[in-house]
C-alpha cells in the first residue's frame, strides 16, 4: 500500500501507514484503515505494532500525542461499534484486537495523561456541540460523562460501547429493524458507530453546519483565497462559493462513510447533496451542478482513498447522492438522467403519493438503463417529508377553525380571540408585531397557526380558541391524533406499491420484461432504492415507519434524542413495531383525513400513475384526488418548503459574498 518492501509484513505495512497518517494530521483515516485493509485476521498483530512503535513516535513528537489518542480512541470506537461488523470481521478478532488495545492504551495513557484527556475532551465537546447539544450525539456524550475515570482513553472507548449498545437505535439496526440516516451536517462519526447509513442535509442545515463549526468558516476562507477571480467579482461566482462551501460541509460526512461505502460498493453510507434550489425548475442547470460537484467529490475522495491506505483509490465511484427538489416537473428529467449514467439521486420536497410514484419509475428506469449501459447502479433514496406534510395540513386546519371562530364571532371578537391566542403562545415581539399589523383574520391565522409558533392543535390555548367556534376538547384532540399520521399514511402507501412481497414480485418482473434485465440485473435496480421517511415531529414518526428492507428512516439530531428517551419510558416494547410500514391504517383515519384537500392531494393517485402502475399487475389501492406534475409547484408544503430552501440559499450566497470582503479587508 505505502511502496514499502514487499518482505514486509501487511501488519507492518499497515503499522507505518497508520502513523504515517497521524502525521499528516488524518486521524480519521488513521483509524479507518483498519477497516478497509483485505486481511482482518492479523488485525490484533497490527494493534500491538502500533502500540509497541507509538511511545518512541511520541517521544520524537511530543506535539503530535493528542493526535495519537484520538488515532487509539477512534480505532477503539470502530472496535466496539458496528463498523467492523460492515467490515466482517470475525467475533474473535474483535475481541482480541479490542482486549490488546485497552490493555495497549492504559500505561501509555498513564505516561501522557494530559494528551490523553485532551483528546477525550476534544471529542466529547464535538459530540455535544451537535444541535446545540439537543441530539444523540450529545445524549451519548451526557452518559459517558456520568462514568468515572471517562477522561480516559481507554474507559472512554469501554462507555462509548456500553452507552451505545443500550440505544434503542444500536437495538433497531442489529436487529434488522430498519436502516437509519442522519437528517443533519455534523454528528455522523459517532451515529456512525451506532450503525447509520445515510447522511442528508439541504441548505437550512448547511448553513447551520457553519454556524456550529468555525472551522468550515476558515476552509471556505481559504478555498476563496486560492480563486482570484472569485475575489475580484465575487457576486458573478457566488453560486460557485456556494457549492465550495456546501461541500466542505458535505466532505467530512464523506470521509466518514467512505470507508464503509467502499466495503459495500456504494449500495449504503450515501451521502445527499442538495442541488441549487433556485435552479430546481431547469434540469440542464440542475444536471450541470450535479456533474460538477460529482467530478470535485471523486477528486476529493480518490486523494482520501490514499490517505485510508485502499489499494485502488478512486475504483470505487463517489459515495454522494443528489438532492432533487421535485418542485417542478424537472425533477422527473434529472432523476432519469443522473440514475442513468450511474449517479444516484435523493428525491427531496416530496410530500405526496403522486410526487413520489412517478419519481420511484423514473429512477428505476434510469437504474435500468445504467445497468443496460455496463454503468454501476448506487443506493439511492426517496425521501418522504411527512413531518412537513402533517405541519402544512395541521396549519391549514387551525387556520380554518379560527376562520370558523370568525364565521360565528365576528371580526372584531376574533380579532381579540388571536391575539390572545398569540399572546398565550409566547410568540416573540416580532411576531406578535406581525399578527397587530395582519390585514385580516386570514392574515392573522396564517402567522399564528405556523408551525413555529404552534406545534399541536392540543394545546391549551388553541383549545379555547377552538372552543368559540363550538367545538369540544375531544374533537380537536382527536383531530390532532389524526393529523399526526398522515406522513405516515402517505410514506406507508409508497412502500407498500413497490416493497410488499407480491408487489416487488410484479416490479421484478416489470423490470425484466420492459427493460430487458436478468433477474440478477432486476433485484440490483429494486433493491437499490429505500424510501426515507424524514422531517419527524414525534417518535412515533419513525416507530410506525419501520421495515427491514428498503426503508431507511432519517433523523433530525433532536428527533432522534427524542427516541431514545421516549425508548426508555417503561411501557415501550420495540417488539411491536417489527414491521410496523406493513400495517394497514386503523378504520376510519383515511377518510376523517380526506376531509382535509391537502391530504387528499397527498394521499391519493391520478389517472395517468394509475395507468402506468396497472402495467406492472401490482396492487394498487387508491382514489383518484393526487396531482399532476404541473401542480407540484403550488401545493401547499412544495411552496412552503422551497421557500425556506431558497431563503437559506440566498442568505448562504451572501454569507460567501460578505466573506470575500472580509478576506480583502
Not at 476558515?218 to 453560486?239: F, M, V, Y
Not at 466532505?251 to 450515501?270: H, I, K, S, T
Not at 476529493?300 to 418542485?327: C, M, Q, W
Not at 443496460?372 to 395540513?393: A, C, D, K, Q
Request: glycine share 6%.
Amino acid at each position: 500500500m505505502l511502496g514499502r518492501a514487499v518482505t514486509e509484513r501487511p501488519d507492518d505495512v499497515s503499522v507505518h501507514h497508520i502513523i504515517g497518517q497521524i502525521e499528516n494530521d488524518q486521524t480519521l483515516a488513521a483509524a479507518d484503515h483498519i477497516l478497509v485493509r483485505a486481511s482482518k485476521q492479523d488485525t490484533p498483530a497490527v494493534i500491538r505494532g502500533l502500540l509497541t512503535a507509538l511511545p518512541e513516535f511520541m517521544e520524537r513528537h511530543p506535539e503530535l500525542g493528542k493526535s495519537v489518542f484520538t488515532t487509539l480512541i477512534r480505532i477503539g470506537l470502530n472496535l466496539v461499534g458496528r463498523d467492523v461488523y460492515v467490515a466482517k470481521f470475525p467475533e474473535t478478532i474483535i475481541e482480541s484486537s479490542s482486549s490488546v488495545l485497552i490493555q495497549g492504551i492504559r500505561p501509555l495513557e498513564e505516561m501522557h495523561h494530559e494528551d490523553g484527556n485532551a483528546a477525550v475532551d476534544s471529542l466529547l465537546a464535538d459530540m455535544s456541540s451537535v444541535n446545540n447539544g439537543d441530539s444523540l450525539p450529545a445524549y451519548i456524550a451526557e452518559k459517558i460523562k456520568g462514568s468515572p475515570d471517562y477522561r480516559k482513553p481507554s474507559r472512554f472507548i469501554e462507555e462509548f460501547g456500553r452507552v451505545a449498545r443500550g440505544t434503542v437505535y444500536w437495538k433497531m439496526v442489529e436487529g434488522n429493524f430498519c436502516k437509519f440516516g442522519n437528517d443533519y451536517a455534523r454528528g455522523l462519526e459517532t451515529l456512525r458507530h451506532l450503525g447509520f447509513s445515510q447522511v442528508s442535509t439541504n441548505p437550512v442545515l448547511a448553513a447551520k453546519a457553519f454556524d456550529e463549526d468555525k472551522n468550515l468558516v476558515t476552509g471556505l476562507t481559504k478555498e476563496i483565497s486560492k480563486n482570484p477571480a472569485w475575489k475580484a467579482d465575487p457576486r458573478s461566482h457566488a453560486h460557485e462559493m456556494v457549492m465550495a462551501g456546501t461541500l466542505l460541509a458535505l466532505w467530512p460526512n464523506l470521509e466518514v462513510f467512505r470507508p464503509l461505502a467502499v466495503l459495500v460498493n456504494n449500495q449504503d453510507y450515501m451521502v445527499s447533496f442538495q442541488l441549487n434550489p433556485n435552479v430546481a425548475d431547469d434540469s440542464k442547470a440542475s444536471l450541470e451542478d450535479a456533474k460538477r460537484a460529482y467530478a470535485l467529490a471523486r477528486e476529493h475522495l480518490t486523494a482520501y482513498d490514499r490517505s485510508l491506505g485502499i489499494e485502488t483509490p478512486g475504483k470505487v465511484a463517489p459515495n454522494i447522492v443528489f438532492k432533487v427538489a421535485a418542485s417542478a416537473e424537472a425533477a422527473r428529467e434529472v432523476t432519469l438522467q443522473l440514475n442513468a449514467s450511474g449517479i444516484g439521486t435523493n428525491n427531496t420536497v416530496t410530500f405526496a403519493v403522486s410526487q413520489e410514484v412517478p419519481l420511484m419509475i423514473d429512477a428505476l428506469v434510469g437504474k435500468a438503463r445504467a445497468i443496460s449501459g455496463g454503468r454501476p447502479v448506487t443506493r439511492t433514496y426517496m425521501t418522504n417529508m411527512g413531518g412537513r406534510f402533517v405541519s402544512h395540513l395541521r396549519e391549514e386546519e387551525a387556520k380554518r377553525i379560527l376562520l370558523e371562530v370568525a364565521s360565528h364571532k365576528g371580526e372584531a371578537d376574533a380579532n381579540r380571540i388571536i391575539t390572545r391566542l398569540a399572546e398565550k403562545l409566547k410568540l416573540p415581539s416580532t411576531e406578535l408585531a406581525r399578527v397587530e399589523q395582519a390585514a385580516n383574520i386570514s392574515q392573522k391565522a396564517d402567522i399564528v397557526c405556523a408551525f413555529k409558533n404552534m406545534k399541536s392543535l392540543a394545546h391549551e390555548a388553541f383549545l379555547e380558541a377552538a372552543s368559540q367556534a363550538g367545538l369540544s376538547k375531544k374533537q380537536v384532540e382527536d383531530s390532532e391524533i389524526d393529523l399526526r399520521k398522515a406522513g405516515t399514511l402517505v410514506a406507508r402507501k409508497v412502500y407498500l406499491l413497490f416493497y410488499e412481497k407480491s408487489n416487488r414480485e410484479k416490479w421484478l418482473g416489470w423490470l425484466e420484461k420492459q427493460h430487458k434485465l436478468t433477474r440478477a440485473q432486476a433485484v440490483s435496480v429494486l433493491d437499490s432504492m429505500d424510501i426515507l421517511p424524514a422531517s419527524k415531529r414525534v417518535p412515533e414518526d419513525t416507530l410506525d415507519t419501520l421495515a427491514s428492507i428498503n426503508m431507511c428512516n432519517t433523523e433530525f439530531p433532536n428527533h432522534a434524542r427524542a427516541v431514545q428517551v421516549y425508548s426508555e419510558t417503561d411501557t415501550f416494547d420495540l417488539t411491536t413495531f417489527r414491521e410496523a410500514t406493513l400495517r394497514g391504517s386503523e378504520p376510519g383515519l383515511v377518510t376523517r383525513l380526506s376531509s382535509i384537500t391537502d391530504f387528499v392531494k397527498g394521499y391519493e393517485s391520478t389517472l395517468r400513475i394509475n395507468e402506468e402502475v396497472h402495467g406492472t399487475n401490482a396492487t394498487f389501492p387508491t382514489q383518484l384526488g393526487g396531482m399532476e406534475a404541473p401542480e407540484w409547484t403550488n401545493f401547499g408544503p412544495v411552496k412552503k418548503t422551497m421557500t425556506e430552501f431558497k431563503g437559506a440559499y440566498d442568505a448562504f450566497l451572501e454569507r460567501c459574498v460578505e466573506l470575500v470582503g472580509k478576506i480583502e479587508r
